[in-house]
C-alpha cells in the first residue's frame, strides 16, 4: 500500500473534518473501482503505475483539466500533495504518456468501472425519472482520416443530477442501436424512462416495459401516420373542450428570465381513442399525452405542442413533472459539459482516448453535483478544487463515502 497522509486532520470551511483513515479510504476505494481496468501498455514501457495515472487524469479533470497536458501540469503542481498517496516512482507522466494509455484503456472496462461506482450512489439516492438523450463531442471528428464526430447516449437522473451510463454510438448507426445497449447496463425497474423522437421505437418500449420500468416517448414525424392521428384526434377534442372524453389536465405558469412560460398537459387514455395505427405493437401502451408550450418573450410568442405515448396511468400532474424533469439532461447534462469542462472544443479523437475523457467528464460532472457544502457553481467547485487540495478531498469524499452497492438502483 502506498504511503498514508501527515497526521494532521484534513479540514475545508463548511465541511466535515477528514482524518487520515478518511483520506487513505478514499484513494484506496478509487484503487478499488478501477482495479479492473488492465494496463495496456507492453511491461518493458511501464514506467509509470496504471493507477497513479488514472487518479491524476481523474483529479485533473474535476480541477478543470481539459486535455494531457493540462494532467501533467496538475500532477506538477500537485507533486508534493500527490506523493503522498501514490507511487510517482518515476515522477508525472508525460503529456504523450496520458495520452497513449488512454487511448489504449479499453472503454467498455472503464465503463463498467463506471457503473460500479454509480450503482452505488443510485442506490443510495434513489434515481426514478431518468431521461436519455445523445450528445455529438463536435471536436472528436479527424477529417484527415475520414473519422466523424464521436456521438454518445447517455441516461441522467434528473433530480440528483448525476450521470448514470454512457454509450458509443457505432459508426454508421444512430441512437436507436445504442439506446438499447445503455438499457441493458441499468436495472430499470421501478423507473420512469423519457426519451425523445429518435427512440420512440416498439421494441425499445417493449424493453423498458420488460424491465418493469414505465416510458414516456416523444411522439413526432419518424412515426408519420400514427404522428398524424393522434395530432388530429387531439384538435378536433381540443376545440371541443374534450367533451364526454376521460382526461387529466395540468397547467403550470412559469416565470424568469424575462420570459413567460405556460405548460398545458393533457393526458387521455388509449381506451378514449379511437383504434390508432398498430398501437398493439405499443407493448404495456396506456395513454397518449398532449403538451402545450406558449412562451412569451420580451419580442415575440412561440407555441409548441409535442405528443407523447407512456405506459403510466393517465394523471397530467405527474406525467408534466416527468416530460418537464427530461430537460434537465439537455440543460444540466450537456450544457454543463461544455460550459464547465468545454467539451465541445476538445480535439482530443485518437483510438479510445474520446470517449474515455468523456467517461472522465461525467465522472468529474457527478462529483461535483454530489459536494454540497459549497454553495457555488459546478466551475467555482472545480476551480477551488484546483487551489484547494483539502476541497478536493472534500468533493472525493462526497462521491466515494459510500460502501459497495449490493442491491441495484432504481428501487
Known amino acids: 500500500m502506498t504511503p498514508g497522509f501527515k497526521s494532521e486532520n484534513l479540514t475545508t470551511k463548511n465541511s466535515k473534518t477528514l482524518s487520515i483513515a478518511n483520506a ?40 478543470g483539466g481539459e486535455g494531457w497536458e493540462d494532467m501533467q501540469n496538475y500532477g506538477l503542481s500537485k507533486h508534493d500533495w500527490l506523493e503522498k498517496f501514490l507511487e510517482l516512482r518515476w515522477g508525472i507522466p ?7 494509455v488512454f487511448e489504449r484503456i479499453n472503454p467498455k472496462v472503464f465503463e463498467q468501472c463506471f457503473q460500479k461506482w454509480v450503482q452505488s450512489i443510485v442506490e443510495t439516492v434513489g434515481a426514478q425519472i431518468i431521461p436519455i438523450d445523445g450528445k455529438t463531442l463536435k471536436g472528436s471528428y479527424d477529417r484527415e482520416q475520414g473519422k466523424s464526430a464521436l456521438h454518445l447516449v ?40 423519457t426519451i425523445d423522437a429518435m427512440g420512440t421505437q416498439t421494441a425499445i418500449a417493449s424493453q423498458i ?9 416523444a411522439l413526432k414525424g419518424n412515426h408519420p401516420t400514427l404522428h398524424s392521428e393522434v395530432k388530429d384526434w387531439f384538435e378536433k377534442h381540443l376545440s371541443q373542450g374534450f367533451e364526454g372524453i ?17 405548460r398545458q398537459v393533457w393526458c ?8 390508432l395505427h ?29 405528443f407523447y405515448l407512456t405506459s403510466l396511468d393517465c394523471d397530467a400532474n405527474k406525467l408534466a413533472q416527468a416530460i418537464r424533469l427530461h430537460w434537465g439532461i439537455e440543460n444540466s447534462l450537456h450544457w454543463s459539459l461544455d460550459v464547465t469542462f468545454n467539451e465541445d472544443a476538445c480535439r482530443v479523437r485518437t483510438g479510445h482516448a474520446p470517449q474515455n475523457l468523456s467517461l472522465l467528464r461525467r465522472l468529474a460532472l457527478n462529483a461535483l453535483n454530489l459536494e454540497q457544502s459549497f454553495k457555488r457553481s459546478n466551475r467555482q467547485k472545480s476551480k477551488r478544487a484546483a487551489m484547494d487540495n483539502n476541497y478536493m478531498l472534500t468533493i472525493l469524499a462526497a462521491c466515494l463515502s459510500c460502501d459497495d452497492a449490493s442491491e441495484p438502483p432504481c428501487q
Open 246 to 262: 376521460i382526461n387529466s389536465y395540468s397547467e403550470r405558469v412559469e416565470r424568469g428570465h424575462h420570459r413567460t412560460e405556460k
Open 24 to 63: 487513505n479510504a478514499l484513494i484506496e476505494k478509487m484503487e478499488l473501482i478501477f482495479s479492473e481496468i488492465k494496463d495496456p501498455r507492453v511491461e518493458r514501457t511501464r514506467y509509470h503505475s496504471l493507477m497513479d495515472i488514472l487518479i491524476i487524469g481523474i483529479l485533473s479533470v474535476i480541477a
Open 94 to 100: 508525460s503529456p504523450d504518456t496520458f495520452r497513449r
Open 278 to 306: 398498430n398501437h398493439s405493437d405499443w407493448v404495456g401502451l396506456k395513454c397518449v399525452v398532449m403538451v402545450i408550450r406558449v412562451r412569451h418573450l420580451w419580442n415575440k410568442t412561440t407555441r409548441e405542442v409535442q
Open 209 to 217: 416495459y420488460h424491465a418493469n420500468a414505465n416510458y414516456i416517448l
Open 268 to 275: 387521455v387514455p388509449i381506451s378514449q381513442l379511437p383504434s
Open 154 to 193: 447517455s441516461a441522467w437522473s434528473s433530480q440528483h443530477r448525476l450521470v448514470l451510463g454512457q454509450v458509443k454510438v457505432a459508426d454508421k448507426s444512430n441512437e436507436i442501436t445504442a439506446i438499447p445497449a445503455l438499457l441493458e447496463l441499468l436495472d430499470l425497474a421501478g423507473c420512469i424512462i
